[in-house]
């Protein structure tokens, strides 16, 4: 087990002795959360559990950061460059933890008078009520957000790793902008796009410094730019008539009856595109997904667990019904325990993103995305003795789902 999965933890460890388990714990929490956070793997083999052993209770180290390489130098750069800019662009990972960090981006983008824009991993660093916000960045972003990294001069990257959805072709990304990169990991930079500077440390402190270090800035017109461009591309698709129920009206009624405060987890494809972008998220790591990994079947055990840990919050999986046919087996996990989780299957009977795929950039040839299978998910979710609604109308869909939370 350790072996298979070194290339997808932060360390593995595998105990042999039984007197040596706590302490090997311990250390699995401190790697977890010091420096760029990842997981830990403990394999704990059968003989060591059938042990006993004297335990002995040991304060956990505090987490650091284990990064000196910010120095500040490399942070009067970065302050200099925000300061010269006349169009700059803010852009989030996940990278940014916690409400501290949250806190700390919005003062950072107010006082630079940026517009600010993430990836999937980094909904919610920035609150997505707040007019700085356009929208997720890349290949399913907004077009403002696109519009915007071509004519910025600034482009601002913290906490992100550049992945391949997000930049496209790296020799057209940005074009007019020096790209300023703010990350924890020096691995990460110049890995898929060549920035012009960098500033290596945990990205709440290094936007701190920063904070200290830049007046304020004031960029009107770039700023009534971008409002023109929300306004020219909005996209919002309607339905035909109050009979004809869309994704995008689902899940925008699903924020407006939670006051987007909800926990929401998703599955794989369409379904986790539309949750990305039609769900206002407001906090930190409050969009709960495996990102690209493309993990059909991740979200409704997801959202068991965050349920679990947040019994005051309501928790919503959005899935589709490719994805939930992968893990519908957690049901009866929920019916067993009474766990209140509500699952929302968004069924077209097609595995959409796939289908959507072969659709775009090979030529139409449709191969193995079309489902036809008749299932009756509200009969499933009764089979499990569960409470199962159907919404097949716009006008139904409020309703619904008010009583479904």
């Known amino acids: 087990m350790t072996g298979i999965t070194m290339p997808i933890t932060k360390h593995n460890f595998i105990v042999k002795d039984v007197n040596k388990l706590a302490d090997t714990l311990r250390e699995a929490f401190y790697i977890a959360g010091s420096g760029r956070k990842g997981p830990v793997l403990v394999d704990v083999p059968k003989d060591i559990t059938a042990q006993k052993a004297e335990f002995v209770n040991k304060p956990l180290k505090p987490y650091t950061v284990n990064v000196t390489m910010h120095q500040d130098g490399c942070i009067a750069k970065a302050a200099e460059l925000i300061k010269n800019a006349e169009r700059p662009f803010l852009y989030t990972g996940g990278g940014i933890y916690g409400e501290d960090g949250?806190?700390?981006?919005?003062?950072?983008?107010e006082?630079?008078?940026?517009?600010?824009?993430s990836s999937l991993m980094g909904q919610g660093s920035f609150d997505e009520t707040d007019s700085r916000y356009m929208g997720m960045l890349g290949m399913h972003g907004t077009k403002t957000a696109a519009e915007a990294i071509k004519n910025c001069d600034l482009f601002i990257g913290i906490g992100t790793r550049f992945s391949d959805r997000v930049i496209g072709n790296p020799q057209t990304f940005a074009p007019d902008a020096k790209v300023l990169h703010i990350d924890i990991d020096p691995?990460?930079?110049?890995?898929?796009?060549?920035?012009?500077?960098?500033?290596i440390g945990d990205s709440t402190d290094?936007?701190?410094?920063?904070?200290?270090?830049?007046?304020?800035?004031?960029?009107?017109?770039?700023?009534?730019?971008?409002?023109?461009w929300e306004k020219q591309y909005e996209c919002r698709q309607k339905g035909t008539d109050e009979l004809t129920l869309t994704?995008?009206?689902?899940?925008?009624?699903?924020d407006k009856l939670t006051g987007g405060e909800a926990l929401i987890a998703t599955e794989v494809g369409q379904s986790q595109m539309w949750a990305a972008q039609y769900y206002a998220y407001k906090h930190p790591h409050q969009l709960i997904t495996s990102g690209g990994l493309g993990t059909m079947g991740y979200g409704l055990g997801a959202a068991i667990g965050a349920?679990?840990?947040n019994p005051d919050k309501t928790v919503v999986n959005i899935a589709g019904d490719g994805s939930f046919h992968m893990n519908l087996n957690?049901?009866?996990t929920l019916s067993k325990h009474n766990i209140p989780v509500v699952e929302l299957v968004?069924?077209?009977?097609?595995?959409?993103?796939?289908?959507?795929?072969?659709?775009?950039?090979?030529?139409k040839r449709f191969s193995q995305t079309t489902l036809d299978r008749p299932t009756d998910y509200m009969k499933l979710g009764e089979a499990f003795g569960i409470k199962s609604f159907v919404i097949d109308s716009e006008d139904k869909c409020e309703e619904i789902l008010r009583e479904a939370l």
Not at 102 to 109: G, N, V
């Open 247 to 254: 994704p995008q009206h689902l899940i925008e009624t699903l």
């Open 206 to 228: 290094v936007m701190k410094k920063l904070i200290k270090l830049i007046p304020q800035q004031s960029h009107s017109g770039w700023m009534g730019k971008i409002k023109t």
């Open 307 to 309: 349920k679990c840990g």
């Open 187 to 199: 691995a990460e930079i110049n890995k898929n796009i060549k920035v012009y500077h960098q500033v």
């Open 346 to 363: 968004i069924n077209n009977n097609v595995l959409g993103m796939v289908r959507q795929w072969q659709r775009l950039f090979y030529g």
């Open 330 to 332: 957690e049901l009866v």
């Open 111 to 117: 006082l630079i008078d940026a517009p600010v824009s």
């Open 102 to 109: 949250a806190k700390t981006l919005k003062a950072f983008a």
